[in-house]
């Protein structure tokens, strides 16, 4: 009677904690957005489709003081991640994770194509793609143009690049249609052909130094038209030898030049910021390059378009210039979907609170990196350490001031190209993303993790899938790769149909380690399938209200109840290395059955609590009887 009062305490408090309605000042969130399970795909990672685009030193130019050297060739698909590629001695850089932002290994659209039938067969349908701009580097986040597909994801490289050349930049008149934009373009139809929704990845933060816009400034000076488009610091002094040129670069960095903001107080420093870019021009030709995915024909409907995007570094931009694009956004496709990264506040140390940019007047949701430190904490008892109770208590924390839709819109986030994969994460228990790599920390574990992290892994999707919000999934996890932080996250993808070498290097010199065969991990993938039929099948888990039922410490417990659509499912974990039987209030329901794992399990209420036994690290998905 003790636990029932007080997870009937737990319960009420929950239901306490849930934002008050207000009326949104947009439409709603997209009603697609709160069904999405994802997976993000980096092309230049995914799949090589077509070696003839692979990119050459010359594609790679438009960057930070780049050097490639003479004998730089793309790195082949399955070559062992830390060995050396033979171009590494000739590198002016002498750090491998200096040395590998050159490698390329060739993947392009033409690769996504070829697997669609395998994305669809996973099970989910909405799609994050990394940047697809035409950009420099691996990652694409430091655009050379914002308005074409990168040339070397497309059929013809020299002939896109040649086309771009022609074009007035700012000028949306003058814009054609690449084959690389092409080839994208019959991709978003063939995903919708599936029902497969499509979102795109930009940086309406910085660009690449060879960015136009920058370029322009930097040969015509002051007189440049673009000007307030960046914060130049120093032009540079045609009647000197040296290079004065300078500008401020995101988090410092020179090859990734940031725009020009008014902050409101000026001297405000803390996301999220009041004002806006400073460039009103800057913001038309952002606002013209989003309409042109969207609409691609112009027509007025936006069916032949992508279907939102993910928005980067989006605490870093004043959130006025945010509640103009969402109107923008939302004038072009009232069912567009915008998905901020609202990330770290102080790293390593706090998150920022996602809660003022998810009031109907910005984003739908946030990259929900905050779910997972307590997930991670909780299922793997990894640094920062949570038990049950405090769970619940954190999350209940982390909603506040969060509306019921906007929950179940999150992208719930358990790894991505900016941090270890999902395994490497829980088989290393320290702080979440710091010192996540060996060349930060000797002792981080970069090989295949063991069975334990297998079933640590299994809950905390298991508990991911049922969770308010979309499952994410990050391209490579559900085969079982493994990785440190980036850049160990974005090894490339692993292939039943393609020969990887035995993983034998270690990153420091002189340390052995154990060999491990790359391989698809069948039984994990089968297992990932399984989950998104389970979340199809079920549409409470989208779209259902969440309620506490148990969250015990010491035995290691914990249940919640997803309700709605007609149904009602219990979602229980025992955490503990010992049989546990749990004591789950209910009411109402008499008869529930196991529908995950599918055992044909029958469970009875008797006197309003529901008795389940679970075996050591076991979690199971019951359903009330009709």
Same mark, same amino acid.
């Given at each position: ?71 730089? &060739? ?33 993947? %392009?659209? &033409? ?13 989910? +349908? ?119 040129? #300078? ?25 999220? /910021? ?24 112009? #027509? ?12 980067? $570094? ?53 990259? +929900? ?9 909780? /299922? ?84 991911? /899938? ?70 199809? #099948? ?14 015990? %410490? ?65 979690? $199971? ?6």
């Amino acid at each position: 009677m003790k636990n029932y009062l007080l997870l009937l305490a737990l319960s009420l408090l929950f239901l306490h904690c849930q934002p008050s309605e207000k009326q949104d000042v947009q439409p709603q969130v997209p009603a697609w957005a709160q069904d999405a399970i994802w997976y993000q795909i980096f092309v230049e990672r995914f799949r090589n489709g077509d070696p003839g685009n692979d990119p050459t030193p010359e594609s790679m130019t438009g960057g930070y003081r780049i050097s490639v050297p003479p004998s730089w &060739q793309p790195t082949p698909w399955g070559q062992d991640w830390y060995a050396p590629d033979p171009w590494f001695e000739e590198c002016r850089a002498t750090d491998f994770y200096r040395r590998v932002q050159l490698r390329r290994y060739g993947g %392009d659209l &033409q690769g996504v194509l070829d697997q669609i039938d395998y994305i669809q067969a996973l099970g989910v +349908n909405a799609i994050y793609f990394n940047p697809l701009n035409d950009a420099p580097s691996l990652h694409k986040y430091d655009a050379r143009n914002y308005r074409h597909i990168d040339r070397n994801f497309g059929p013809d490289p020299q002939g896109d690049a040649a086309l771009i050349d022609s074009e007035t930049p700012n000028d949306p008149a003058t814009w054609q249609w690449t084959a690389a934009d092409q080839l994208f373009l019959k991709i978003v139809d063939a995903f919708h052909q599936r029902g497969i929704r499509v979102i795109l990845d930009y940086s309406w933060n910085h660009t690449a130094p060879g960015f136009w816009a920058m370029e322009d400034i930097r040969k015509n000076g002051p007189e440049s038209h673009f000007t307030d488009w960046y914060h130049i610091l120093k032009y540079d002094d045609p009647a000197t030898p040296e290079d004065e040129f #300078d500008y401020e670069g995101w988090a410092g960095y020179k090859g990734m030049p940031v725009f020009n903001k008014t902050i409101v107080p000026p001297d405000d420093k803390e996301m999220p /910021f009041e004002g806006n870019l400073a460039s009103e021009s800057l913001k038309q030709h952002i606002f013209n390059v989003s309409r042109r995915w969207l609409d691609p024909n112009g #027509d007025g409907n936006p069916a032949d378009g992508i279907d939102g995007f993910r928005l980067d $570094v989006a605490g870093e931009i004043p959130m006025g210039f945010w509640r103009e694009y969402r109107e923008q956004v939302r004038r072009i496709n009232p069912e567009a979907y915008l998905v901020g990264e609202i990330w770290w506040l102080h790293w390593p140390d706090s998150f920022c609170d996602p809660a003022p940019f998810l009031q109907g007047d910005q984003f739908d949701a946030v990259m +929900n990196y905050r779910w997972y430190l307590i997930a991670r904490g909780l /299922f793997a008892q990894a640094e920062p350490v949570v038990k049950p109770s405090e769970f619940v208590r954190q999350w209940e924390a982390q909603i506040q001031g969060i509306r019921p839709e906007y929950q179940r819109a999150m992208m719930n986030v358990a790894a991505s190209h900016d941090s270890p994969r999902l395994s490497t994460s829980l088989f290393n228990k320290t702080r979440y993303k710091y010192q996540a790599k060996p060349s930060e920390n000797p002792d981080y574990k970069i090989q295949k993790p063991d069975a334990r992290t297998r079933v640590e892994q299994q809950l905390l999707l298991l508990h991911q /899938f049922t969770w308010l919000g979309g499952p994410h999934i990050w391209n490579g996890d559900e085969v079982g790769m493994w990785g440190a932080d980036d850049p160990d996250c974005r090894k490339p993808m692993v292939w039943q149909d393609l020969d990887y070498e035995v993983e034998r290097t270690h990153y420091l010199p002189g340390v052995e380690r154990n060999p491990d065969i790359v391989s698809v991990d069948r039984e994990l993938l089968v297992y990932y399938q399984a989950l998104a039929r389970l979340r199809h #099948d079920h549409p409470a888990l989208a779209r259902g209200d969440m309620q506490f039922l148990l969250a015990e %410490d010491e035995p290691m417990t914990l249940a919640y109840q997803r309700s709605g659509e007609g149904e009602t499912l219990i979602v229980a974990f025992n955490l503990s290395e010992e049989t546990q039987t749990l004591s789950i209030p209910v009411t109402g329901e008499k008869e529930w059955k196991a529908v995950f794992p599918v055992s044909g399990n029958s469970y009875a209420a008797e006197g309003g609590l529901l008795k389940v036994e679970l075996g050591a690290m076991q979690g $199971v998905v019951l359903q009330s009887a009709k």
